[in-house]
């Protein structure tokens, strides 16, 4: 296999408080090839977001990175740039569709500035070719009438279409590495489906690697090529889409599996779900974070963390139940 574009290794995030640094981030590893998609999945709450903005550098205090983390793009390290040099990093190379496109927008701008604004900065383009290239951008993320939209400012635009134009602009400089975070919330299953589809055709026919952060496993199942599971800060369960679907090995992972609603359910069935809620970075229960809501736990569980991933498997989870070899389960598609 070909040297990954992205690698993560050992990504640290903390929190300062009066009382000592709590982790945030807790040695997050994983790696993504070029014209991959590597889905980055779990509750709210579990660190997602805040892996994307530390692989951007893009945290602020309290919050702080460990020096020990090392996040490799094309084998550069950029934790070693200045700040000048990964300003050329952001938006060029690597991009990043924000969660929430009405928040991201700037609402007294208009939206075609604020694409052009990008190709001006990286590209060193005059005003009219940039507004050029962002109405081309418009027509081909699915905008209608881009000649009129790139006057518009965000409050005239649906959801859809706010998140359309946040795609055009991430991909104003052909970044490499497109990170999509929560790239289909707050939309109807048309747009949604619409998203997704464009997200598919950029990675086709732009060899473009794809991180894509989502908590829903129905995109899961219908986009990515690997999954890596996330609870409390920290990697619980990594590998190939199809394994980690139908054999999971952590029960964090078997339990958002079962949460998930089926066509198929008998109407007197309840749905599962999982107890309690992901606990704050300020009182992380000694052992493993998920141990207080596990119907596994077990005595090391509660006194120690758990394993770390091993490097050579290609799939594997954090988890004492698989410390001597993977759980003997089925899996949970066939199992509900």
């Not at 574009?5 to 070029?34: I, K, M, Y």
């Not at 660190?47 to 094309?74: C, E, N, Y």
């Not at 052009?116 to 009438?145: C, K, M, N, Y």
């Amino acid at each position: 296999m070909n040297d990954p574009l992205l690698r993560v290794e050992n990504l640290t995030a903390r929190l300062s408080t009066p009382t000592g640094d709590r982790p945030v981030l807790d040695d997050v590893s994983f790696s993504l090839q070029r014209g991959g998609i590597l889905c980055l999945v779990g509750e709210s709450g579990c660190g997602k977001s805040v892996t994307a903005r530390a692989i951007l550098r893009l945290l602020d205090w309290p919050l702080h990175i460990s020096p020990s983390s090392r996040v490799l793009f094309d084998g550069q390290d950029l934790g070693a740039l200045p700040e000048r040099g990964m300003r050329q990093v952001r938006g060029r190379d690597i991009a990043m569709i924000f969660q929430d496109p009405m928040s991201s927008l700037n609402p007294v701008k208009r939206v075609g500035e604020q694409v052009a604004e990008t190709l001006i900065l990286h590209r060193r383009v005059s005003w009219r070719e940039a507004r050029d290239r962002t109405i081309a951008l418009f027509r081909q993320v699915g905008i209608p009438v881009p000649e009129r939209r790139v006057r518009q400012f965000p409050h005239e635009l649906s959801g859809g279409m706010q998140q359309r134009a946040m795609i055009a602009m991430a991909l104003a400089c052909d970044p490499k590495v497109l990170i999509a975070d929560e790239p289909t919330t707050a939309l109807d299953a048309t747009i949604q489906a619409q998203i997704l589809d464009l997200l598919r055709e950029l990675r086709e026919t732009r060899n473009m690697a794809i991180l894509l952060i989502t908590h829903d496993l129905g995109v899961v199942a219908e986009m990515a090529d690997d999954i890596a599971v996330m609870y409390a800060g920290r990697i619980v369960e990594y590998g190939p889409v199809e394994q980690v679907l139908t054999s999971p090995q952590h029960p964090y992972t078997e339990q958002l599996l079962r949460s998930v609603p089926r066509l198929l359910m008998p109407r007197d069935q309840r749905l599962a779900m999982i107890g309690g809620s992901v606990p704050s970075p300020l009182d992380r229960p000694p052992g493993c974070a998920f141990a207080p809501r596990c119907a596994y736990a077990f005595e090391p569980c509660t006194a120690d963390p758990s394993p770390p991933l091993p490097d050579t498997a290609s799939h594997a989870a954090s988890c004492w139940l698989c410390h001597d070899g993977p759980r003997a389960t089925r899996g949970v598609w066939e199992a509900a």
